[in-house]
């Protein structure tokens, strides 16, 4: 039966903070408005039309939203490109290993589907997903489980079949809504309520994935 692992991308499949913290700022320098980092991590994973109304307070026409969230996001894929992204130790060999062991998997993501095709690009992983869902496929951002439940449907996988992987409390919560296992990158020690958490994904065991699925197949599991 077809099995799926849902990939969140940045602070799970790749380490993009510091390059999207760049492009907020070279943007909104040039917009003369100041923000600063503990401003970008405090919104960091959310999608730009809420980061912005937040930035700009009563400024933040729908006009003005889209402009400069167009302006950001082709400024960080400008970055991505010039200089690399650098991804989280250990989520490609995942990704490679599950591929090789018959999973299919998707991305989901709050990113514009730009961002994720020039990732995938510059990591030539393009072949080992099957599907993507991004910012612009969904209506509601996580905590809501509708990105999750439109890449299981994509890739042709039952909820109950599939396992989330995610680095945010908010995503987390998004596949327990979504009737989906998850497993928890929490990289600064912090709390996930996941079904499985890890500080890196080198602490996984081998059948981690699989055991999940085992797991939510028991009589008493709780789906």
């Known amino acids: 039966m077809l099995k799926a692992v849902?990939?969140?991308?940045?602070?799970?499949?790749?380490d993009s903070e510091e390059l999207h913290w760049l492009a907020w700022k070279e943007v909104m320098d040039a917009e003369g408005v100041a923000v600063t980092y503990d401003q970008f991590r405090d919104t960091f994973g959310q999608r730009n039309d809420t980061i912005i109304p937040l930035l700009l307070g009563g400024a933040a026409t729908p006009e003005t939203v889209a402009r400069i969230s167009d302006t950001k996001e082709a400024?960080?894929?400008?970055?991505?490109?010039?200089?690399g992204i650098v991804t989280i130790d250990g989520a490609v060999g995942w990704v490679k290993r599950l591929h090789e062991q018959g999973w299919r998997q998707a991305i989901a993501s709050a990113a514009p589907r730009a961002n994720i095709d020039a990732i995938l690009d510059v990591l030539g992983l393009h072949a080992y997903f099957d599907?993507?869902?991004?910012?612009?496929?969904?209506?509601?951002?996580k905590p809501d489980p509708q990105v999750f439940l439109l890449a299981a449907e994509r890739l042709g996988a039952a909820p109950a079949r599939s396992i989330v992987v995610e680095d945010?409390?908010?995503?987390v919560e998004g596949a327990r809504r979504?009737?989906?296992r998850s497993i928890g990158?929490?990289?600064?020690?912090?709390?996930?309520?996941?079904?499985?958490?890890?500080?890196?994904?080198?602490?996984?065991?081998?059948?981690a994935f699989?055991?999940?699925?085992?797991?939510?197949?028991?009589?008493?599991?709780?789906?």
């Open 131 to 141: 599907a993507a869902v991004a910012a612009e496929d969904v209506l509601r951002g």
């Open 210 to 223: 699989e055991r999940l699925l085992a797991d939510l197949a028991a009589p008493d599991a709780i789906v």
């Open 185 to 207: 990158l929490a990289r600064d020690g912090g709390e996930l309520p996941a079904d499985i958490v890890v500080r890196s994904f080198g602490e996984l065991p081998p059948d």
């Open 75 to 83: 400024a960080y894929r400008r970055m991505v490109r010039e200089r």
């Open 178 to 180: 979504a009737g989906m």
């Open 168 to 171: 945010g409390r908010a995503g």
């Open 6 to 14: 849902l990939w969140d991308m940045d602070g799970t499949l790749v």
